[in-house]
């Protein structure tokens, strides 16, 4: 994961451990080689800049240059600020609702259907958990036997109506079904396009609006680097959504979206997916993100 940037990470940082007197001259060739890593990964130029100027700033008030080992210090601030960046403190899901009712948006191909198997199975593992997975997406067929494929997968009950055109109504339907049959988190799976589009948005507001999820996520492939940022802005803008699911992060991503994704939106990356089976699921933790890119 993010092996091209832990490794340039680990060259630029290198700089700095090997030299025996360490000047400002060092520091600031270090944090222009860490903002170059940043870029590769396709880290937004703005933000790569932010992050090198405040490990800069927090590098000289902490006198850096005076300290015993100022080499791990910097490593130690580069570490810090991504942790930071990436959202400090992992973010959990608010489950108080009964039904808790979770929405997943995101486009076509992102990886929706199968997050959603994932947290279903993730969920009935905790003993008190028992999901109800919801097919809403009325345009493709295959979208909605997908899903049912899954749930037997996992052994979760899906919810679908054939011929219903009306995702709004399916949505409420499956609660009122959730309530009646003694499910308590009600997982509801929408229809994703190829780009953002005014039909989609009008469509998953409504169901938004309809069934007020305690938590609406935002699932995006990592592997689309700048687009999942802007994507995720698009729907930020009209759902105001409550976290990022980054998918395909086993893939041979470069890590901007991870990196970025927070500070544009200011919305956590929850979990992300690490595979096409049901088991690669991982809750997000930053600390964790950031200690594996800096090895
Ligand atoms: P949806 O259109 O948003 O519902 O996307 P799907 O759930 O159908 O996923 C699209 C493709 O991505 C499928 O082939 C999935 O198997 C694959 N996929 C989803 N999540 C991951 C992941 O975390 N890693 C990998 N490698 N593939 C994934």
Redesign the pocket.
């Known amino acids: 994961m993010f092996d091209n940037l832990s490794d340039k990470l680990d060259k630029a940082l290198h700089l700095l451990k090997g030299h025996g007197k360490i000047t400002e001259v060092n520091v600031a060739d270090t944090l222009k080689e860490v903002r170059r890593a940043l870029l590769d990964a396709d880290v937004n130029f703005k933000i790569a800049k932010e992050f090198t100027n405040t490990v800069k700033e927090k590098a000289l008030g902490q006198d850096v240059l005076t300290t015993l080992q100022p080499g791990q210090l910097m490593v130690k601030l580069v570490k810090d600020e991504l942790t930071e960046l990436m959202g400090g403190d992992a973010a959990g899901i608010n489950l108080s609702g009964n039904p808790s009712v979770i929405l997943?948006s995101?486009?076509?191909?992102?990886?929706?259907?199968?997050?959603?198997?994932?947290l279903a199975n993730f969920l009935k593992t905790k003993k008190t958990k028992k999901p109800l997975l919801v097919a809403c997406?009325i345009y493709r067929p295959a979208?909605i036997n997908?899903?049912h494929v899954?749930g037997e997968q996992i052994g979760v009950e899906v919810y679908s109506e054939e011929g219903n055109k009306n995702p709004v109504e399916i949505a409420q339907n499956a609660i009122k079904h959730a309530k009646a049959n003694g499910f308590n988190v009600v997982i509801v799976?929408t229809a994703?396009r190829l780009a953002v589009d005014e039909q989609m948005m009008t469509e998953i507001a409504n169901v938004h609006k309809a069934i007020q999820p305690q938590e609406t996520l935002f699932?995006v492939?990592?592997m689309t680097g700048q687009d999942a940022v802007n994507t995720a802005k698009a729907f930020n803008d009209r759902l105001n959504f409550d976290g990022v699911i980054l998918?395909?992060?086993?893939?041979d991503t470069r890590g901007g979206a991870a990196i970025s994704i927070k500070s544009v939106v200011n919305k956590p990356i929850k979990f992300?997916?690490?595979?096409?089976k049901m088991e690669?699921?991982d809750v997000f933790y930053p600390n964790r993100m950031a200690d594996r890119i800096l090895g």
């Open positions: 997943m995101g486009l076509q191909g992102s990886g929706k259907t199968t997050f959603s198997g994932k997406d979208a997908q899903l899954v799976d994703g699932v492939d990592a998918t395909k992060l086993d893939g992300i997916g690490t595979g096409e690669a699921i």
